[in-house]
């Protein structure tokens, strides 16, 4: 039997396909161009994962099966022109669209969206005590990431009420937590 291999988008080796995981087989994310956002935004091999992770569920059953079998191989990739923020959901959400419009079954499409932590401090009685407060905000640009003090990404099915990927980096209290988590999940459905 005659053994295939995938390109992987680091480096540009060729491997075997056993040697690599099924997100792999299944993913492949290639980030292109001047890097824009901060390295941790556009690493190629975590936001492959996430990739993955969130398109998986929205595949239906019977396309599962062959995925596992290797009868059926769907590679995506996705090549980020310019970030300001939000590249793992514009990713997310172009992939669910190119699934979709290549006619592999889906349960439903998969929607992203991220909301950033904003911390403010006022000085109160004249300087003495500070006030903290936090605010979430939608949708957030790459300088508004950079200033947070945390952000969250959900992707989910949108018909089904259903989170396919919850991603959240950064210190905050978990009062801000949950604000970025609803306002992220109402910018999904």
Excluded at 59 to 82: G, I, P, T, W, Y
Excluded at 104 to 122: F, G, H, P, Q
């Amino acid at each position: 039997s005659s053994q295939s291999t995938t390109k992987t988008g680091g480096g540009g080796a060729r491997i075997p396909r056993d040697a690599i995981s099924s997100a792999q087989d299944t993913s492949n994310l290639l980030s292109g161009g001047s890097v824009c956002a901060p390295m941790a935004f556009l690493d190629e091999t975590y936001l492959s994962r996430r990739l993955y992770e969130a398109l998986l569920p929205s595949v239906m059953a019977d396309n599962e099966e062959m995925l596992r079998s290797n009868k059926m191989c769907v590679e995506v990739f996705v090549q980020v022109l310019q970030s300001d923020g939000g590249v793992l959901g514009a990713c997310v959400m172009g992939a669910s669209l190119a699934l979709a419009d290549a006619g592999v079954k889906m349960r439903d499409l998969v929607c992203a969206s991220s909301a950033a932590v904003m911390m403010k401090t006022e000085d109160n009685d004249g300087g003495k005590k500070k006030k903290v407060t936090y605010h979430a905000i939608a949708d957030p640009t790459e300088d508004e990431i950079l200033k947070a003090c945390g952000v969250v990404t959900i992707a989910m099915m949108p018909n089904w009420k259903e989170c396919t990927v919850w991603d959240q980096f950064g210190k905050m209290p978990i009062e801000a937590s949950s604000e970025a988590m609803e306002l992220a999940r109402d910018g999904c459905v």
